[in-house]
């Protein structure tokens, strides 16, 4: 909404127009105040919920299969919705018990976004390796020549449409009886490379961010109860003598 704004405002002083800078100075609640706070990860909870829950879905019911596909390889890969809906089967690649994908379609692609590689979480495959086969039985009958990941759409390469992915999306919901955001899955992604301890410069890279400070500040960032044990296990392991042989966290208090 503030580069909209900001863009209007330019486009009306270019023209000698200054109705936008009175319809500011008017309406001053336009223009948005601070920023928001970052949408949280997902609670760990809630992604094995999803995970169990995909695997109990029939083969055989496409809808289904397609919806937890979505909410699956959001989880697993950080992907946005556009990278996702526009993700090609050709895109996957397996290597020695190893998945990656391309995403040919980045956020700013054509201007700053580049393509870039990223890894495909491994707890995602079993559920991943049935949807595929799925979807090769559903392509088969339906639209031999679609290439889509995700096919179901009209358009050329026959991608399904943002709105598509959404209502898929509710089907899970309704399916697993909790709700949850489908940009929450990227942030997710991050929060989990983060949790299991990949450092930021490699979190910021396979998440297409042009540098850590948009990766820590605005999408995921080590949380304090695990910077306190890599703290208290890094001196143990420079220093077992001083911070005891049990750790500093379990140290007899003072009495």
Wanted: charged share 25%.
């Amino acid at each position: 909404m503030s580069h909209e704004i900001a863009a209007l405002k330019v486009l009306f002083e270019y023209i000698g127009s200054t109705a936008m800078s009175q319809a500011i100075a008017t309406y001053p609640y336009l223009t948005p105040k601070g920023r928001a706070d970052k949408l949280p990860s997902m609670d760990e909870s809630l992604v094995q919920t999803i995970f169990e829950h995909a695997m109990l879905v029939d083969d055989g019911d496409w809808r289904m299969m397609k919806a937890y596909g979505v909410v699956v390889w959001a989880l697993a890969t950080g992907m946005r919705s556009k990278e996702l809906r526009l993700c090609d089967i050709d895109d996957l690649r397996f290597a020695g018990g190893e998945w990656t994908a391309l995403v040919k379609h980045p956020k700013g692609e054509g201007t700053y976004g580049k393509p870039r590689t990223v890894y495909v979480d491994p707890q995602a495959q079993p559920f991943m390796r049935r949807y595929l086969d799925a979807r090769q039985r559903y392509v088969e009958d339906h639209c031999p020549h679609v290439r889509a990941l995700f096919p179901g759409g009209t358009s050329e390469g026959g991608y399904m449409a943002s709105n598509t992915a959404r209502c898929l999306k509710h089907d899970v919901e309704k399916d697993i009886g909790m709700e949850f955001d489908l940009r929450g899955c990227r942030r997710t992604y991050g929060q989990r490379l983060i949790d299991r301890g990949v450092d930021i410069e490699s979190v910021s890279k396979i998440m297409g961010h042009k540098n850590t400070m948009t990766t820590e500040d605005a999408y995921c960032s080590l949380g304090e109860d695990k910077a306190l044990d890599r703290i208290s296990r890094a001196y143990r392991e420079s220093d077992p003598w001083r911070c005891g042989a049990n750790g500093v966290g379990n140290a007899t208090p003072w009495r």
